[in-house]
């Protein structure tokens, strides 16, 4: 069987209107994301497919562009650092379901006892969760299955791609400074997904569809994890891939706690 060809990467200048607005960044600022979260974007030579998910991550992080102009957090550092060179030897590749077109799809979390009619959002007594001090009912809803609102999202519905932004909005950071109300966390959310994600009109049903790939990533060396670095629900990768384009935007997060 012939060699495979190899996907190569070009960075791509990309300007991030919404992600770097003013009232955005003080959002961020407010929820300690602004200084842990990075964007970046990098053209690919190759239509994907599916079913090349992990030859795709592969190329990406051995990539000697993706090695010298990636930017991701240092712990240790408290800074963005240049991905430079590893040794990858793994890699791991999830496709995550990215299939909602409406925020619609939050309107069920007007209900009593989780958020009110005008947004408030309901508290409830401190609690520890995974490493989160818990003061009201939407962070329980997110963390824990003892919630009486956990079934508000099933299963599935939480491994949605918006699902998942509107997640690292809520619980932010180590020190996020959390809203009283829902309004700007379902405004932010709703603005970075469609910053982040590409819609075309399906040919025969006239429908919105997405047309992007998000894949979940790191990078392996034997037991090592060198990016993201951590096995924190806050801390992630994600590529998002515009077929259209074929361009691939890198959105990852580290809470606080990496290997450097």
């Known amino acids: 069987m012939a060699d495979?060809?190899?996907?190569?990467?070009?960075?791509v200048s990309k300007k991030f209107l919404t992600f770097n607005s003013k009232d955005v960044r003080?959002?961020?600022?407010?929820?300690?994301?602004a200084n842990r979260l990075s964007l970046s974007s990098f053209s690919y030579s190759e239509h994907f497919k599916d079913y090349q998910s992990k030859d795709f991550v592969m190329d990406f992080f051995?990539?000697?562009?993706?090695q010298q102009t990636l930017k991701v957090f240092s712990s240790s550092r408290q800074e963005l650092v240049v991905w430079g060179s590893h040794e990858v030897r793994e890699v791991q590749a999830e496709l995550i379901p990215c299939s909602i077109t409406s925020m619609e799809f939050f309107d069920r979390l007007t209900r009593k006892g989780l958020v009110r009619e005008m947004g408030a959002i309901y508290k409830c007594l401190d609690e520890d969760i995974e490493g989160f001090i818990v003061a009201n009912e939407l962070h329980k809803m997110i963390l824990s299955e003892e919630s009486d609102h956990w079934d508000v999202y099933s299963e599935d519905e939480r491994n949605e791609f918006l699902f998942l932004l509107f997640k690292l909005l809520v619980l932010g950071g180590p020190v996020c400074q959390y809203?009283?109300?829902i309004e700007r966390y379902l405004e932010v959310t709703k603005a970075l997904y469609k910053e982040f994600i590409t819609v075309?009109?399906?040919?025969?049903?006239?429908e919105i569809e997405i047309a992007s790939r998000v894949l979940k990533v790191s990078a392996w060396d034997g037991d090592i994890c060198w990016f993201p670095g951590d096995d924190h629900h806050q801390t992630f990768c994600y590529l998002i891939l515009n077929p259209i384009?074929?361009?691939c935007t890198v959105l990852s997060h580290d809470f606080g706690k990496g290997i450097w």
Not at 62 to 66: A, C
Not at 200 to 206: F, G, L
Request: no cysteine; charged share 45%; proline share 3%.
């Open 62 to 66: 051995t990539d000697e562009n993706v």
């Open 179 to 181: 809203d009283d109300a």
């Open 26 to 33: 003080n959002d961020l600022t407010r929820w300690d994301l």
């Open 245 to 247: 384009s074929r361009i």
């Open 200 to 206: 075309q009109k399906n040919a025969e049903t006239k």
């Open 4 to 11: 495979r060809k190899k996907f190569k990467f070009t960075p």
